[in-house]
C-alpha cells in the first residue's frame, strides 16, 4: 500500500512539472519502471477509446433523433445533438492525448533498453536481449499504426458532426433538417468504420499487453 502511495506522489508532482525524463526516473526509483509505464499508459489508451466508441454511438442515436424529429421542441433536439458532438470532440482529444503518451513512453524504453544492451559483456544474452528488443518494437509499431489508423477514422466523423451543427444553427427548421438527411447517412457509415477500427485497436493493445505481462 504504501509502495502505491509513493507512486501516486511522485506521479502527480512531477506530471505538474511536465518534464518526462524526471518523471520516469522518479518513478524508477520507487520501483515503477519505463516498462511498467508504458503497459499503464496502453491500459489508458484503450480505455479512451473504448469511451469515445460509446461517445460517438451515443452523438450518432442524438443525431438520428434530431434528423427523425418529429414535433415538440425542435431547439432541445438540437441542443442534444450538439452536446453529443462536442462530448465526442473531447472523446477524441483525449484519445489523441492517451496515444501520444504511449509514443512518448515507448520511446524512451526503447532508447533505454538499446543502449543498456551495450552494457551486456556476455554476447550469447546480448544477442537475446537484442533479439527481444526487435521483437518488442515490432509488435509496439504495429500497435501504434493500428492505434492511429482508429485515430484517423475521427477527423472527418467530427468535422462532418460540425457542418451539420453549424448548418442547423442558423436554419433550425424541417426544411434545413432534410437538407442534411443525406449527410447523415453517411455519417452513419464513417461511425460505424470507426467503431470496428477502434475494436482492432483495442484487440491490438489486449494483444500486446499480455505479451508484455508475459515477458
Known amino acids: 500500500m504504501n509502495r502505491y502511495i509513493s507512486i501516486a506522489i511522485v506521479a502527480t508532482s512531477l506530471l505538474l512539472t511536465g518534464c518526462q525524463s524526471a518523471y520516469y526516473g522518479a518513478m524508477e526509483k520507487v520501483g515503477y519502471h ?3 509505464i508504458m503497459v499503464d499508459r496502453i491500459e489508458d489508451a484503450r480505455e479512451s477509446q473504448q469511451e469515445a466508441q460509446k461517445q460517438f454511438s451515443s452523438a450518432l442515436v442524438e443525431m438520428q433523433a434530431l434528423i427523425n424529429h418529429d414535433g415538440g421542441d425542435l431547439q432541445t433536439a438540437y441542443n442534444k445533438a450538439k452536446d453529443e458532438y462536442e462530448s465526442s470532440q473531447d472523446a477524441a482529444d483525449d484519445v ?3 496515444i501520444e503518451k504511449v ?3 515507448a520511446d524512451a524504453l526503447f532508447d533505454e533498453w538499446q ?7 556476455k554476447a550469447s544474452l546480448r544477442r537475446s536481449s537484442e533479439s527481444k528488443l526487435r521483437e518488442t518494437q515490432r509488435s509496439y509499431q504495429q500497435l501504434v499504426r493500428t492505434m492511429k489508423r482508429a485515430e484517423s477514422k475521427m477527423a472527418p466523423v467530427l468535422t462532418a458532426m460540425k457542418d451539420n451543427m453549424l448548418y442547423l444553427k442558423h436554419n433550425l427548421n424541417a426544411q434545413a433538417i432534410g437538407a442534411i438527411k443525406g449527410e447523415f447517412a453517411s455519417l452513419k457509415t464513417d461511425i460505424s468504420g470507426l467503431i470496428k ?3 482492432k485497436s483495442i484487440e491490438a493493445s489486449n494483444k500486446f499487453i499480455a505479451a508484455m505481462e508475459e515477458n
Do not use: L
Request: proline share 0%; no cysteine.
Open 115 to 121: 543502449s543498456e544492451i551495450g552494457e551486456i559483456s
Open 103 to 105: 509514443e512518448d513512453v
Open 96 to 98: 489523441s492525448n492517451r
Open 34 to 36: 519505463k516498462r511498467d
Open 197 to 199: 477500427e477502434m475494436n
